[in-house]
């Protein structure tokens, strides 16, 4: 089955851009989600992107996906220490009919 | 529009003793799923549904029953509580299903002891 790995931890000062990266192992994922996580809150939906695209931008937020190194990365600019959190990387197919596997999560600590 | 709502927020359960998580939708969504969540492992796929009288099992299922009687509620039942099955349950929701992305509860923190 699907398999998501993420790194655990990442640092960062206020002001500098941050970096998450994820990589799959299905490469019949079709959709690709990053999820973020406040101490003690569910998850929120950031953003996400289908396997028909390479790149997709939100503001602040860039999902790039690399098809062929099943590899996806999101990118914060201009990370503030409200982007503190615990960022997940989430993969489905669409013929799994909804089933949403994630990845460990990454801790991204902003340091003012 | 309420989203998502789980109940209890907490809950502390001897071993053995059963108990009903709750999750309900007011979003007219299809598909509903149940996670757990612990330190280190992200979150573990329980059960999911795609419809009303529609389960099936995720990637830990064992310990767990579902059911979907109606469309706006998913409960998840621990059948004996086990230590092991100290968590966060999160339960989630979504019109499409992968295409409409998941709404996420505010979670129920488990503990047995």
């Known amino acids: 089955g699907e398999d998501v790995e993420q790194s655990l931890f990442l640092s960062v000062r206020e002001g500098d851009s941050s970096v998450i990266n994820c990589t799959y192992t299905?490469?019949?994922?079709?959709?690709l989600y990053w999820y973020k996580q406040e101490p003690g809150a569910g998850l929120q939906l950031l953003t996400y992107i289908f396997s028909n695209m390479d790149m997709k931008q939100d503001q602040r937020l860039t999902v790039l996906l690399n098809k062929k190194d099943k590899h996806l990365s999101l990118r914060i600019a201009d990370t503030q220490t409200g982007d503190s959190a615990i960022y997940f990387c989430?993969?489905?197919?669409?013929?799994?009919?909804?089933?949403?596997?994630f990845g460990q999560g990454t801790t991204l600590q902003v340091k003012p | 529009n309420a989203g998502v709502t789980q109940t209890p927020k907490f809950q502390v359960l001897k071993t053995g003793q059963s108990m009903t998580l709750q999750c309900a939708q007011d979003m007219n969504h299809e598909y509903m799923s149940w996670y757990r969540q612990d330190p280190g492992m992200g979150l573990r796929l329980i059960h999911y549904s795609v419809g009303a009288g529609i389960t099936d099992q995720g990637e830990v299922p064992n310990g767990y029953n579902v059911s979907r009687s109606t469309t706006e509620d998913f409960p998840l039942r621990l059948l004996s509580a086990a230590p092991s099955q100290t968590s966060v349950y999160f339960c989630?929701?979504?019109?499409?299903?992968?295409?409409?992305?998941?709404?996420f509860g505010s979670g129920t923190r488990l503990t047995v002891v």
């Open positions: 299905d490469s019949s994922s079709t959709y």
């Open positions: 989430a993969g489905g197919t669409a013929g799994n009919t909804g089933k949403l596997i």
């Open positions: 989630a929701s979504s019109y499409g299903g992968l295409t409409g992305g998941y709404t």
